[in-house]
Each structure stands twice: as structure tokens, then as C-alpha cells.
């Protein structure tokens, strides 16, 4: 993870040469929140 200017950047830590990809502040909050509330486990 890394501040971009308006973004927070975002990679797997496992495959440091893989993709990478942007969101934006509020899309990275929402992100944060569905994961600790469970909303994107999968069944």
C-alpha cells in the first residue's frame, strides 16, 4: 500500500513484480470497511 496524491495505491505483497492498482481514498474506506465487516468472504 502507498499515498498516492487523491489515491492509496495497492498491491499483493506476495507478488511484489505483479499488478498494482489505484483507488481513491473513499473507495479504499469502503474497501477497509466490507472486509471487516465480512462483506466479501466467500462462502
Do not use: H
Not at 1 to 21: E, H, T
Amino acid at each position: 500500500m502507498v499515498q498516492l496524491p487523491g489515491a492509496i495505491g495497492v498491491r499483493d505483497s506476495k507478488d511484489p513484480d505483479g499488478l498494482a492498482f489505484a483507488l481513491s481514498r473513499e473507495s479504499f474506506r469502503s474497501l477497509v470497511r466490507d472486509v471487516k465487516a465480512g462483506e466479501l468472504d466467500t462462502p
